[in-house]
C-alpha cells in the first residue's frame, strides 16, 4: 500500500506513544532512568536494513514477540550483548556474570523484560486505535542480529519490496541501550490508521 | 594484495583470486558460492527465499533461482567453464521457537531445499551443506582454494 505523510505521522505517533509505555516500563523494572528516541518510521527494502541495525553478524539478545488479535503484527525487542548482560544484573540485583547463551535464569528474565516491554507497547496501542492487541509468548535467541532478524521478517515465507516498521531507540545509564521495531503484518496497517480515522 | 568483498543481503558478487567474498549474519537465508577452481575464480549470492514463482517484479536476487541464474550468467562470461563449477552452501537456520507451535514449513529448510534442486537444475556438484540449525553464520569464500571459512558465535568456527 502507498503510505502518505499523514499516515507516516500518524504511524510515528502510534511508535511515540507505545514505545513511551514501554519504555517507562523497563524503567520501572529497572529503577534506572531510560531515554527513548523519537520512533522512526521506515518503509524501505529489507536489504537496507543494515542502515538500522549497523554490522550483520554483531551478536545481540532478540526478544521476538508476535502480536495477536485483529491488527497482527510483529514486535522485536533487541539488545547488545554487554546491554543484555546489564539489564540482567539489574534485574537480580547482582554483579554476577551470567552467560546469556546457556543460563536460562538470564534468559527467562530477558524473555520477561521483552514480555513487559511489548505488552506495555500494545496496551497503548490498544487503548489509542479500539483495537484489541495481545502478546504471543516471547521466544529469545542471542546470535548474530541480520541471522535473527532475516529469520523474523522472512519467517512466512513472503517478502514484501518495502518493509514498513517503527523503530524506536531506548538507553539508559550505565551501559544499556536497545531498540524495539514493531512490523504490522499485511493489512494490519490498514486496520490500525482506519480505527483512527486516517 | 588480496580484498574481501561484501556481498548484501539480496545481492550476489563475483571475485577472481586473491579476492575473498564474505557474506555475514546468514539465518535462515543462504550463501551459495559457486567457483572454477581451475581458474580461481567464482560467485557467491545471498539469498532469502526459494523462488520468484509469484512475486511481483522486485529484486530478482532476493530468490534462490533467479539468483543463481544471473549469478551463473556472470561467471561464465568471467571464462569459467560449466563443467567444472563446483558449489558449497552455507546457512538455512531456524533461529527462533515457540513452546509449543511446530512451523509446518520451515522458511530455512525451504530455501536449503530449493537452493540444492536449483543447482541439480544447472548441473553443478553440490560439494559442501552446512545448512540447517539454530544459529546465525558468517562464511568467507576463497574462490582459489574453495575454502569455505563457517563463523557462528556460539557454535565455533571451521573451515569446509
Redesign the interface.
Known amino acids: 500500500m502507498e503510505v502518505t505523510q499523514c499516515q507516516l505521522d500518524a504511524l510515528r505517533e502510534i511508535g511515540n506513544i507505545g514505545s513511551g509505555h514501554a519504555a517507562t516500563a523497563l524503567s520501572t523494572l529497572l529503577q534506572r532512568r531510560i531515554d527513548m528516541s523519537v520512533p522512526e518510521v521506515w518503509a524501505v527494502p529489507f536489504e537496507q536494513i543494515t542502515a538500522i541495525v549497523g554490522q550483520l553478524d554483531t551478536p545481540q539478545a532478540v526478544v521476538y514477540v508476535k502480536v495477536e488479535g485483529a491488527a497482527p503484527g510483529k514486535a522485536v525487542f533487541f539488545f547488545p550483548v554487554e546491554s543484555a548482560g546489564v539489564v540482567v544484573q539489574a534485574l537480580f540485583g547482582t554483579s554476577e556474570e551470567r552467560d546469556l547463551f546457556s543460563d536460562e535464569m538470564a534468559q527467562s528474565a530477558l524473555k520477561e523484560v521483552g514480555n513487559i516491554l511489548v505488552s506495555s507497547f500494545l496496551i497503548a496501542l490498544t487503548e489509542f486505535s479500539g483495537i484489541p492487541l495481545q502478546a504471543s509468548v516471547p521466544a529469545l535467541s542471542v546470535d548474530m542480529i541480520g541471522a535473527l532478524l532475516d529469520a523474523i521478517f522472512l519467517e512466512e515465507g513472503t517478502l514484501d519490496d518495502t518493509v514498513l516498521f517503527i523503530d524506536t531507540q531506548l538507553s539508559g545509564l550505565p551501559k544499556i541501550e536497545g531498540q524495539f521495531i514493531f512490523l504490522p503484518d499485511e493489512g494490519s496497517l490498514e486496520k490500525l490508521l482506519g480505527a483512527m480515522g486516517l | 594484495m588480496s580484498g574481501i568483498i561484501t556481498v548484501?543481503?539480496?545481492?550476489y558478487k563475483t571475485a577472481k583470486s586473491p579476492d575473498l567474498l564474505m557474506t555475514?549474519?546468514?539465518?535462515?537465508?543462504i550463501g551459495i558460492c559457486v567457483y572454477d577452481q581451475a581458474l580461481k575464480l567464482g560467485g557467491m549470492a545471498h539469498i532469502?527465499?526459494?523462488s520468484s514463482t509469484g512475486s511481483q517484479?522486485?529484486?530478482p536476487m532476493?530468490y534462490a533461482d533467479t539468483a543463481l541464474e544471473l549469478m551463473l550468467r556472470q561467471i561464465l562470461d568471467m571464462g569459467a567453464s560449466q563443467s567444472r563449477l563446483k558449489a558449497k552452501i552455507a546457512g538455512g537456520?531456524?533461529?527462533?521457537?515457540?513452546?509449543g507451535k511446530t512451523?509446518v514449513?520451515k522458511?530455512?529448510d525451504?530455501n536449503a531445499e530449493a537452493v540444492e534442486q536449483e543447482l541439480k537444475k544447472h548441473r553443478i556438484p553440490l560439494l559442501v551443506a552446512d545448512v540447517g540449525g539454530?544459529?546465525?553464520?558468517?562464511i568467507h569464500f576463497d574462490v582459489a582454494t574453495g575454502e569455505l571459512r563457517i563463523?557462528t558465535?556460539?557454535h565455533g568456527e571451521k573451515v569446509v
Request: proline share 8%; glycine share 18%.
Open positions: 548484501g543481503m539480496a545481492d555475514a549474519g546468514l539465518g535462515s537465508c532469502m527465499l526459494p517484479g522486485g529484486n532476493k537456520a531456524q533461529m527462533f521457537s515457540f513452546p512451523p514449513l522458511i530455512g525451504r539454530s544459529f546465525g553464520r558468517t563463523r558465535i556460539n
